[in-house]
């Protein structure tokens, strides 16, 4: 006899899922990595400017016929399943980038160089001085206090900011407020902000550096090439979002004349761990970063999979995998000129061959009421340029979960020692949804019970874990206030390696965390609940409103 009853139609559907589950096959998978991972894809590099990547373009070739083969809508230009986007490289014309304050012009070289940049142009603004620039929230330090920093030039004692993320990890430095430089103390967004993040989401126009003897040591090796995604958006790496230049001291003697503050107590602020009021100089600079660009049009691979409810498929849930390789800085062969080819199988061929799979278990179960973006991202390993891209996209308004499979085909051999982080062949770790949110957990729970083919290993799954941000690809839609809910292996030594090859690769995990994450993707997708950020930010997205 039929029931009547909706809990057992629910019931119904799981079970139906559950058996859709069984799509995600280990020969597949093995054939789709070999390709993906192959010498003939070159690493699957993405297409910069001035350097085409025919290996993508074969992969992502061979994932858009996939997608085309499985009746899958193309989300992508003109009808396809290729979203373009471009990137920009330019090049500074140290002949022609001039500077000036007011009408006194500086000399490139002789009084200032440019410390970083993305993208050229004209900037010209007020210039306040902000001492080190560091918030220290406990103590309620706050240099930016009273004054406007949006497209203003900011003045600073920064010595950190030649180097290392703003977001690394305290050194356990002096605090910044006796100076000797270092990371301030303790959790970036709990304890302390710094200079570049504070420049990046106040919208300063740049930042110019007091000069340190670091920074003059590396005169002559001053940054002239930028890249980045154009227009760009928010960017995980929050220090080079923000054009920064570097004086000499005799150049900031001039810029700081008639203000009041003392350049002699700038200069020396440092070493004595004590800086002058913040103040605006009441002085206007302009630097015109004359370049020449070069530009690339990369894209990722996307289809929708549209839901089943006539109301809750407006609510999209994203399916990601990163398809591009990176490339290794140097060759591992002494005397090789070039890098070695670096086939990237674990980062990403894994996660990419892994979500074709579970398109198959999508279309073979009940269709979820969500819709499910599907994602094959470029640039990921260049600057996020793809998902960047997506997240600041026009999609990002639809989008109430964002699930990514990173790195899911390597394990550590059994009883073998330690190596690196690298999960156990039953374990895989997961990130998201126990910090983030309540029902989210709660349904992945629910997956674990339902398709228990791995254990999870939740040690990076903390609040102030650089997994959350900004050491993954998710960044960018947690940036938008975007859950997430991410599964990764770990790695090894061989990851951003030659020998990231696919005979490395542990299958059998690829599919065990495919079926869990196919679980979790359909009960998300098909519970009448949405996804719900329950508000609590991770420290180091100390700026973000949470999506409710
Ligand atoms: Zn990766």
Wanted: aromatic share 8%; net charge neutral; proline share 7%.
């Amino acid at each position: 006899m039929a029931s009547a009853n909706p809990a057992d139609a629910q019931d119904a559907r799981l079970a139906a899922a559950k058996k859709a589950a069984e799509q995600i096959r280990a020969e597949e998978i093995r054939r789709d990595v070999d390709y993906l991972a192959s010498d003939a894809n070159m690493g699957r590099r993405t297409p910069h400017p001035g350097a085409p990547s025919p290996g993508y373009d074969s992969a992502a070739a061979y994932i858009a016929a996939r997608l085309k083969t499985l009746g899958i809508k193309p989300m992508g230009d003109s009808g396809t399943y290729f979203q373009h986007y471009t990137v920009t490289r330019s090049t500074l014309d140290t002949t022609k980038v001039s500077a000036a304050i007011g009408a006194e012009p500086l000399q490139w070289g002789d009084d200032f160089v440019v410390n970083n940049f993305l993208i050229g142009g004209m900037r010209e603004a007020n210039v306040i001085y902000v001492g080190n620039g560091t918030r220290l929230l406990k103590q309620g330090v706050d240099p930016y206090a009273g004054f406007d920093i949006k497209g203003k030039w900011l003045l600073v004692n920064a010595p950190t900011a030649g180097g290392g993320r703003a977001t690394a990890a305290a050194g356990g430095a002096a605090p910044p407020n006796v100076g000797r430089g270092g990371v301030p103390p303790g959790i970036v967004g709990v304890d302390y902000t710094t200079i570049s993040e504070v420049a990046r989401h106040g919208g300063a126009l740049g930042i110019i550096l007091v000069p340190t003897p670091a920074l003059l040591a590396r005169w002559t090796r001053a940054a002239t090439v930028g890249q980045d995604l154009n227009p760009s958006v928010g960017i995980a790496y929050a220090q080079f979002q923000v054009p920064r230049i570097v004086l000499t001291a005799a150049a900031l003697r001039r810029l700081l004349a008639g203000t009041g503050i003392s350049a002699d107590d700038v200069l020396a602020a440092d070493s004595l761990g004590r800086y002058p009021a913040s103040k605006d100089l009441g002085k206007r600079l302009k630097v015109d970063f004359v370049a020449t660009v070069v530009e690339a049009r990369p894209y990722n691979v996307v289809g929708l999979l549209e839901g089943s409810d006539p109301r809750l498929k407006e609510e999209w849930i994203s399916l990601a995998a990163h398809l591009d390789g990176a490339v290794p800085a140097a060759a591992s062969v002494p005397g090789n000129a070039l890098p070695d080819q670096y086939n990237a199988a674990d980062d990403n061929a894994s996660g990419s061959a892994g979500n074709l799979a579970i398109v198959r278990a999508l279309l073979a179960g009940p269709r979820p009421k969500r819709s499910i973006l599907l994602i094959w991202d470029s640039g990921e390993e260049v600057g996020l340029w793809g998902t960047r891209t997506i997240a600041y996209g026009p999609w990002s308004e639809k989008l109430v979960l964002h699930v990514s499979n990173d790195m899911i085909g390597k394990s550590r051999p059994a009883n073998s020692a330690r190596n690196g982080e690298l999960s156990a062949p039953d374990t895989i770790y997961i990130t998201g949804p126990k910090v983030l949110s309540t029902n989210t957990e709660a349904n992945l729970q629910k997956a674990l019970k339902e398709f228990p083919f791995i254990k999870t290993d939740r040690v990076y799954e903390d609040i102030g874990s650089s997994f959350f941000y900004p050491r993954t690809d998710a960044g960018p839609y947690l940036e938008r206030g975007i859950l997430i809910m991410q599964f990764f292996n770990g790695s090894d030594s061989d990851y951003h390696r030659p020998t990231d090859e696919p005979q490395k690769l542990d299958i059998a995990k690829i599919v065990a965390v495919s079926k869990l994450s196919y679980g979790a993707l359909w009960i998300a997708a098909d519970d009448v609940n949405r996804p719900r950020w329950d508000g609590i930010v991770p420290s180091t997205l100390w700026w973000v409103t949470p999506k409710r």
